[in-house]
């Protein structure tokens, strides 16, 4: 069983930035595949940004592209660093977890396995 936590949302003006923390705690952290994905109020969860276990492959959705970096350490955390922020950014934004050797990223929220309760981010304008 693996348990999620994020932390770092709140509240930020349009063009700020902000830096989500994802801590992984009870299996080896470094077999699984990661994901972030966000889900605003009256919309579908969508993704926004995937990363392999090695952390040699990443992938993200176009609407966050050259604004978003996603990363992990050696230890049990994955980040994803959100600059140039944008009112359509607010959401509420969950990480998820993939036991994967592959090296793959994944970017339907269905093939995870592992899901975090969420922490808000809201941009205003």
């Known amino acids: 069983q693996v348990q999620l936590v994020e932390s770092g949302g709140g509240l930020v003006q349009a063009g700020g930035s902000l830096r989500l923390s994802c801590a992984a705690s009870?299996?080896?952290?470094?077999?699984?595949?990661m994901g972030w994905f966000r889900q605003a109020p009256g919309k579908e969860r969508e993704f926004v940004a995937a990363i392999g276990w090695s952390g040699g492959r990443t992938y993200y959705a176009d609407s966050v592209k050259g604004r978003f970096t996603i990363s992990r350490d050696n230890a049990n955390t994955v980040y994803l660093q959100m600059n140039s922020l944008k009112p359509d950014d607010t959401a509420v934004y969950h990480c998820a977890a993939r036991r994967d050797y592959s090296g793959s990223y994944y970017t339907n929220w269905g093939q995870y396995d592992y899901w975090g309760q969420g922490t808000q981010v809201t941009v205003s304008s």
């Open positions: 009870g299996r080896t952290f470094s077999s699984y595949a």
